[in-house]
Structure formats: C-alpha cells, structure tokens
C-alpha cells in the first residue's frame, strides 16, 4: 500500500472470512489529508488483485479510513493528537501508584492527550461532570481538580481518539475541534 501513497494502519480479519483493512495518508506535520470513498475504492482495487495473485482465501473484503475513533500505536500517531481529547487502556490496573486519587482497579481513562515532562505521555482530565446545556454555572463554584497520569506505550493495552460528535453545531467547551 505504500506504493500507492498509503499507510496501513489496521488489519482485521474475521471468523467469518471478512478482511478489513483500515488506511491512511502518511501524516507530516502542518499536512493533513484525509481518505475518502475514492481512496478506499483505488485500494480495494489493488487488494482483490494481489489477494487473488497470492490465492488468499477470504469471504469479503472491507477497506476503510480510520474514523473518528481511530486507534493511536506509534509514537508519531501520539504526537499528530497530541492536544485532542482521548480514550486510553491500561494493561494494569493503577493500583497503589494512584496514591489513592483513583480507584486503584481502575485502568480507563478519558483526557486530553499532552507530552509529560520527562519524556512518555500523559492524559489529563477533571472527574466533574459536564454543565448541562441551558443551566447555569455559578461562578462561585471550585472547579473540580485536574488528575494527570504519565504513562508509556508500553503501559497502553488500547489507545483512540475519543468520538466528538458535533450535531447542529454545538460544541462543548473546551474540545478542539478534530483536524486543528
């Protein structure tokens, strides 16, 4: 698929005979391409072809782009969504290492994805609900404190994007906006 200008970025196959192959555009810095319906059809294309040649055997054959909840594995795709909001999963549980922050079995975390100061990444987030949309916010409210978890790659069991959905415009405060 580099051939063709295209990353894989996950490949699945199914009890069932189902291929599913999910691409994308090599990503540099201040460069962001998405793939589209033609991107998917030119590689379906060259997939049944080079399938057929090396006699894979399989039902059907599904390409697609990553989607809004695309998985992040490389240090490159941390550095592209560094600043997004993200759904992380920890091999191990946080155990005593939480200091009693969190629940010491808890191992999913949902934050903003940032660089950590030696190095590794680190996800941040505030356990206080949303304000719900129409009601208002009393200023004399504390903030609920922001928790900070450094972690490695090593350390991921999963790591996405978390899927914004903007419908009619609304946007919750403080989520950027994808592709900015």
């Given at each position: 698929?580099?051939?063709?200008?295209?990353?894989?970025?996950?490949?699945e196959r199914s009890a069932g005979g189902t291929l599913r192959v999910t691409i994308d555009f090599p990503w540099e810095p201040g460069d962001e391409k998405f793939v589209n319906v033609e991107d998917c059809e030119r590689v379906t294309r060259q997939l049944q072809y080079t399938l057929e040649v090396e006699e894979v055997d399989y039902k059907r054959l599904e390409v697609s782009s990553p989607g809004i909840d695309r998985p992040l594995r490389t240090e490159r795709d941390f550095e592209r969504y560094a600043g997004e909001l993200v759904d992380i999963t920890l091999k191990a549980p946080m155990g005593a290492a939480a200091a009693g922050q969190v629940a010491a079995n808890r191992r999913k975390f949902r934050g903003t994805l940032e660089k950590g100061e030696q190095g590794g990444w680190q996800v941040a987030w505030s356990d206080e609900p949303p304000p719900v949309p129409g009601k208002k916010v009393s200023k004399k409210k504390e903030p609920a404190p922001v928790q900070v978890l450094g972690f490695t790659l090593d350390e991921l069991k999963e790591a996405r994007l978390a899927p914004i959905v903007d419908f009619k415009g609304r946007k919750r405060a403080g989520v950027q906006e994808q592709g900015k």
């Open positions: 698929m580099a051939g063709l200008g295209y990353e894989l970025v996950e490949l």
